[in-house]
């Protein structure tokens, strides 16, 4: 074998019914034997370690994983081990369901490369329907009503620690709507009691015949008699007056009643001759002041 050059060059094939010299020798990577170009492939010269490396995966169709068949296994073996072992039918639908386009009629799988979400509405849609009009997009979401105690129960949190567990965070969370709620309830009680004080309060003042003009004037005495010159802070004291003062006369209109005054004393005559009696006897005849 060999050249006088390259004594070593060239070695026969493992195949015994071949055994050609070969030059260029091919060795089998799984068991490790030289053979000739026409012996170089496993089938070829019957291999009995080329499955050694074989990766063949079989794709589960109840969970859509791969199981990989073991050569030195028998593959119903590995089967079964796989069912009992890592099989889960519910992983079925999220490996083999792809998300879609959510605009009706519109079938376009969304994948890495043609997937855009949409700024108003927050979610994805295809390359074509990328666009609001495309996908009848509502706009942008409005804000949410806030609870009407969640500024008091945010200054709460902030002065009250985190509870460790979730009983006593529960505990805290209804203590703290417990304690908003009689607050509550107290200032609208606050606020009904005030406004039952200032109603009977008004109707009083109606009863008695005091107006909001009269309870501001500084004297306060703003009815007056039409008899005499007194005058009384409410209607109820007037004719109370009139009828201890004036008897029966207690109500004429004010243009039919004239009362002429003293110059000298100012009291008050209804009659003009009792008024003459009046000045002669008491201020000696004269009526200059």
């Known amino acids: 074998m060999g050249t006088p050059e390259f ?5 026969h094939c493992s195949v015994g019914d071949c055994h050609l010299i070969d030059f260029l020798p091919f060795t089998c ?22 499955n050694n490396k074989d990766v063949t995966v079989v794709v589960c169709p109840l969970c859509a994983k791969g199981v990989r068949l073991n050569p030195n296994e028998d593959a ?34 969304l994948t890495f490369s043609n997937t855009i979400m949409c700024k108003d509405c927050s979610k ?21 009503p806030t609870f009407p105690f969640s500024n008091m129960l ?14 006593s965070s529960s505990s805290w969370w209804s203590s703290s709507l417990l304690n908003a709620a009689s607050s509550f309830r107290s200032s609208a009680e606050a606020g009904m009691q005030k406004l039952s004080i200032a109603t009977s309060e008004a109707v009083q003042k109606a009863k008695d015949g005091v107006t909001p003009s009269s309870s501001g004037s500084g004297s306060g005495l703003v009815e007056q008699c039409v008899q005499c010159p007194a005058r009384f802070s409410t209607v109820g004291a007037l004719i109370e007056h009139a009828e201890k003062s004036h008897g029966n006369n207690s109500q004429p209109s004010r243009g039919k009643v004239t009362v002429d005054a003293c110059p000298k004393c100012s009291k008050g005559f209804q009659d003009p001759v009792l008024l003459v009696e009046h000045v002669e006897r008491e201020h000696g005849g004269t009526s200059k002041a």
């Not at 069912?83 to 376009?108: F, H």
């Not at 994805?124 to 949410?144: A, I, N, S, T, V």
């Not at 945010?154 to 009983?167: D, F, Y």
Request: aromatic residues 6%.
């Open 154 to 167: 945010r200054r709460s949190q902030k002065v009250e620690p985190r509870a460790n567990s979730s009983s």
């Open 29 to 50: 990577d799984r068991c490790d034997f030289v053979f000739c170009l026409q012996h170089r492939s496993y089938t070829s010269h019957k291999c009995p370690k080329a």
């Open 76 to 109: 119903n073996i590995t089967w079964e081990s796989h069912v009992n072992t890592d099989c889960d039918p519910s992983n079925y639908q999220r490996a083999t369901k792809k998300k879609k386009c959510p605009v009706p009629g519109c079938r376009e799988a």
């Open 124 to 144: 994805e849609h295809c390359l074509k329907h990328r666009f609001g009009p495309d996908h009848k997009c509502p706009g942008p979401r409005k804000p949410e």
């Open 7 to 11: 004594p070593d060059l060239g070695r």
